[in-house]
């Protein structure tokens, strides 16, 4: 059965970096896209970034374009999201995805972990 696993979330202080990372296990990921998504409170789960199967092909919400970077490690079955200068506005749960039909829509998205919180002060 195939699993995602996000881990690496937490409470942080604006400006401050986070390291989101997504395992996944009961299948190889390596020849699919990969993607992360985020939820606050009340909104709708929304594109962070995504990344292609062999790492070339990358792309990025304009709100955190400059400050988030997706990366994967197909060896280890391993997706991360690098995050820097952080927003009380990043704040929520981040999902990591993966085999999707397009890499925006979260509906297009074949599997999905249980999320990790992020909270970020002010």
């Known amino acids: 059965q195939a699993q995602l696993v996000e881990s690496g979330g937490g409470l942080v202080q604006a400006g401050d970096s986070l390291r989101l990372s997504c395992a996944a296990s009961g299948r190889s990921f390596s020849t699919t896209t990969m993607g992360w998504f985020r939820q606050a409170p009340g909104k709708e789960r929304e594109f962070v970034a995504a990344?292609?199967?062999?790492?070339?092909?990358?792309y990025y919400a304009d709100s955190v374009k400059g400050r988030f970077i997706i990366s994967r490690d197909n060896a280890k079955n391993t997706v991360f999201l690098q995050m820097t200068s952080l927003k009380p506005e990043d704040m929520g749960v981040y999902y990591c995805?993966?085999?999707?039909?397009?890499?925006?829509?979260?509906?297009?998205?074949?599997?999905w972990g249980q999320g990790t919180q992020v909270t970020v002060s002010s």
């Open positions: 990344i292609g199967w062999r790492g070339g092909t990358i």
């Open positions: 995805a993966a085999d999707p039909r397009s890499y925006y829509y979260s509906g297009d998205y074949r599997y």
